[in-house]
């Protein structure tokens, strides 16, 4: 499976940005798709998942009300609408697919495939 994150760019303090993540392959749709950040000095964060059938969804607390992750499986597309952005939100993300399903994976090495990343930045 191979995934290709796009939609990262500079936006102001409050404003809003979609991410995508566009993967080849069917089985993309039988797979979790999970987002994570890295920040300039920081370790990989989880920041939101979503199971294969996109029932089930979790997000990390700094982000919870704020992201929301998505998917299209007829598009094996998976998507995080970020709303409110925050300075603090600034970074590399990074979408990834986890082949249980499940969305309660946020461990970086519970993934098993990994797009390249896409800049967020958040001007105050």
């Known amino acids: 499976v191979q995934l290709q994150a796009s939609g990262g760019g500079l936006v102001q303090a409050g404003g809003s940005l979609t991410l995508s993540c566009a993967t080849s392959g069917r089985t993309f749709s039988r797979y979790a798709a999970g987002w994570f950040r890295q920040a300039p000095g920081r370790e990989r964060e989880f920041v939101a998942a979503i199971s294969w059938s996109g029932g089930s969804t979790s997000y990390a607390d700094s982000v919870k009300g704020r992201f929301t992750i998505s998917r299209d499986n007829a598009k094996n597309t998976a998507y995080l609408q970020m709303n409110s952005l925050k300075p603090e939100d600034t970074a590399v993300y990074y979408c990834?697919?986890?082949?249980?399903?499940?969305?309660?994976?946020?461990?970086?090495?519970?993934?098993?495939?990994w797009g390249q990343g896409t800049q967020v930045t958040v001007s105050s």
């Open positions: 990834a697919a986890e082949v249980s399903g499940s969305s309660r994976s946020r461990m970086p090495r519970e993934y098993d495939y």
